[in-house]
C-alpha cells in the first residue's frame, strides 16, 4: 500500500476539526480510517493543539432516549449505556478545533 497522503492521517483530522464540526464517523470518512481509531488519534490532537495554543473542543455525547448529557467525559470514546436511564441510544459528540484567545 503506498501512502498517498500529502499529509499525515493527524494533520488531516487537524484540518478538517479547524473548518468545520465533525463526529468521529464524518472523520473516519473523511480520512479513510476506521471509526475506533478516531479516537485514539483525538488523544494526540488534543496534546498537539495545546501546543500550537488551540483546543479540542467537544458538544457532549446525549442520551436519546431521556436527554442526559455527557459533560464531563475525560475521553472522547463513545459511552456504552446512559447512567440516567440505562439506555443505550447516545447520539454521537461533536468535534472541532479553535484558538486559544490570550487576551483573557
Known sequence: MSNERGQT?????????????????????????????????????????RQQKKRVCVDPYYCLNCGFEFKNRKSFKKPGKCPGCKGGRIAPALFWITRIDDSK
Do not use: C, P
Not at 476539526?17 to 494526540?44: C, P, T, W
Open 9 to 49: 492521517i493527524r494533520q488531516e483530522i487537524i484540518s478538517h476539526l479547524e473548518n468545520d464540526r465533525l463526529n468521529a464517523r464524518d472523520i473516519s470518512q473523511l480520512v479513510g480510517i476506521m471509526e475506533k481509531d478516531v479516537y485514539h488519534h483525538l488523544a494526540f490532537i488534543e496534546k498537539t493543539a
